[in-house]
């Protein structure tokens, strides 16, 4: 069993930055591909970004892209969300994920491939 737990979620002002860490705890997290996903009310889960257990290939929704950075540190069971130039539109609740299985360097986009979810953190962005 694996447990995740994010951080780092808040209030910030459009144009500014987050960055959410989540941690891992349980079986061996370089063995896991990971991802965060986002939900905003009324609106369906979408993906924000994957990596893959290698931490070498990494996806990202075209909302996000060139703002945002997934990243891994396989010494310390964290997975990162750098999220820079921050939109009123970037505000859901934001969840870290795991897939205990599949390739080295796979990246994995679809919410049924993961495993284990976080509780999520929130992030608000006022305009």
């Known amino acids: 069993q694996v447990q995740l737990v994010e951080s780092g979620g808040g209030l910030v002002q459009a144009g500014g930055s987050l960055r959410l860490s989540c941690v891992a705890s349980?079986?061996?997290?370089?063995?896991?591909?990971m991802g965060w996903f986002r939900q905003a009310p009324g609106k369906e889960r979408e993906l924000v970004g994957a990596?893959?257990?290698?931490?070498?290939?990494?996806n990202y929704a075209s909302s996000v892209k060139g703002r945002f950075t997934i990243s891994r540190d396989n010494a310390k069971n964290t997975v990162y969300l750098q999220m820079n130039s921050l939109k009123p539109k970037d505000t859901a609740v934001y969840y870290c994920?795991?897939?205990?299985?599949?390739?080295?360097?796979?990246?994995?986009?679809?919410?049924?491939?993961?495993?284990?979810w976080g509780q999520g953190t929130q992030v608000a962005v006022s305009s």
């Open positions: 990596i893959s257990q290698s931490g070498g290939n990494t």
């Open positions: 349980g079986r061996i997290f370089r063995s896991y591909a």
């Open positions: 994920v795991a897939k205990g299985s599949g390739g080295y360097y796979s990246f994995y986009v679809t919410a049924d491939e993961y495993d284990y």
